[in-house]
């Protein structure tokens, strides 16, 4: 049996909020596995993993509308996103190199 959450739970194990869930599911971003008539919302773990990755991309300064893209699979975001994660990356070395020169001094 698969594990299931309320929109109360399923904020509380991830830190993110009840407003941010109900906004991500408004956008299309994440949507509940299923929408109870009184309109409570259920997770699936399958939409546990969707808001894992969109956490994840978020941490690495991904905009809302770039994630949406990333993870509808476009074969031109992915190769936009791939472009973009490389300049991430670049500037994070940068960063660390900075960070390292300050310790040294």
Request: charged share 25%; with cysteine; hydrophobic share 45%.
């Amino acid at each position: 049996m698969m594990a299931e959450w309320y929109v109360k739970d399923l904020s509380k194990i991830t830190w993110v909020s009840v407003q941010t869930l109900h906004h991500y599911d408004r956008i299309d971003l994440l949507k509940p596995s299923v929408c109870l008539s009184n309109g409570y919302r259920i997770y699936s773990e399958k939409d546990l993993l969707r808001l894992q990755q969109i956490i994840a991309l978020k941490f690495f300064g991904f905009e809302l509308s770039q994630i949406k893209a990333l993870l509808a699979g476009s074969a031109g975001a992915i190769e936009h996103f791939s472009v973009q994660a490389k300049l991430l990356e670049q500037k994070a070395m940068t960063r660390l190199d900075a960070l390292k020169q300050m310790l040294r001094l």
